[in-house]
């Protein structure tokens, strides 16, 4: 089967592509004929070393796909699948049963890989901070990816204010169209001064110091920051004795088992919301595999609006 490897960390150009042998599902595993596949951000810190993974390398890259089951448990099903083992970018992925979420009959194998991930764990966020009448911020919202799915459904799940961020013009229009109440370009130095203050939650995507300049928009003593993501490469610029002061809570949402069995059980939720046209799947472009590369440059440069989708 054809397949993107990855044998040395380092830049795009390091991913080749490559005949592989197509996998051997194991016990409790299903074998997929992958139909299309997503480049996600993440990958370009697992791509380039630094968040390795600790199976080590070489290894078929990539992390999720959606396709028909064709060996194993639920042959025949549409699937959409986040492995953290490896192995999405090619033809064929061999994936535990428990990481396949089923896709409805109306939703295309596109638009669940599209949203299937990033969308569950926005509604994982969403679920966990029980924002109920309270005002939100959201960062990075205008690339498809998490941020995205948080303002489709912020308002959904509670939220009676949302106010995002994004980094160009094209991005913050596309926020304030999934549904954003305010929108704010989080490369302007001062954008934190002009949050609204009494925020109930705060998504927090992008990391470093703007993580402390925000902790004064929250409302003391209920507010809470829920830490997901790190675009800027930085962990959060936060001690325990700021959040002590305002009487303010820090709750980490990545990596963890426990965190992954929580995205892990909305997914099929997200699927649903698809079909009933409730929810939508952004995609800036489909590309063959052949130019995986080219795709996660786009991904990498942050030029996109939407997600990114390969298809074998």
Same mark, same amino acid.
């Given at each position: ?130 924002? #109920? !009448?309270?005002? =939100?911020?959201? $960062? +990075?919202? @205008? ?6 799915? /948080?303002?489709? *459904? %912020? ?41 609204? #203050? !009494?925020?109930? =939650?705060?998504? $927090? +995507?992008? @990391? ?6 925000? /902790?004064?928009? *929250? %409302? ?93």
């Amino acid at each position: 089967m054809r397949a993107m490897t990855l044998r040395e960390y380092g830049d795009a150009d390091r991913l080749r592509l490559e005949d592989m042998p197509e996998p051997v599902p194991g016990p409790g595993q299903v074998l997929i004929r992958v139909e299309a596949i997503a480049a996600a951000y993440y990958e370009v810190g697992i791509r380039s070393g630094q968040f390795p993974l600790p199976t080590g390398l070489p290894m078929v890259f990539g992390f999720e796909a959606a396709g028909t089951v064709v060996g194993g448990p639920l042959k025949g099903q549409r699937v959409a699948a986040m492995t953290f083992s490896c192995g999405a970018w090619a033809e064929y992925l061999a994936a535990p049963v428990e990481e396949v979420t089923p896709i409805p009959d109306s939703v295309s194998t596109t638009d669940a890989v599209a949203a299937a991930t990033p969308g569950s764990v926005a509604l994982a966020l969403l679920r966990k901070a029980n924002a #109920r !009448g309270e005002q =939100v911020l959201v $960062e +990075a919202a @205008g690339s498809g990816g998490v941020g995205s799915y /948080l303002v489709q *459904l %912020a308002h959904r799940n509670g939220a009676a204010h949302v106010t995002a961020t994004a980094g160009s013009a094209a991005k913050r229009e596309f926020a304030a169209r999934l549904g954003a109440d305010l929108v704010l370009d989080h490369h302007d130095p001062q954008w934190t001064d002009e949050v609204p #203050r !009494g925020l109930g =939650v705060i998504f $927090e +995507a992008i @990391g470093g110091r703007t993580s402390k300049n925000l /902790l004064d928009a *929250l %409302a003391s003593g209920t507010g809470r920051m829920l830490y997901y993501g790190l675009l800027s490469g930085a962990q959060p610029a936060i001690e325990a004795a700021d959040l002590a002061y305002r009487g303010l809570t820090f709750t980490g949402c990545a990596g963890l088992d426990a965190w992954a069995k929580e995205v892990r059980a909305t997914r099929a939720d997200v699927l649903e919301l698809l079909a009933k046209g409730r929810l939508e799947a952004p995609i800036h472009g489909t590309f063959p595999l052949e130019d995986a590369v080219k795709a996660q440059r786009l991904v990498e440069d942050h030029a996109v609006l939407g997600r990114v989708v390969l298809r074998p």
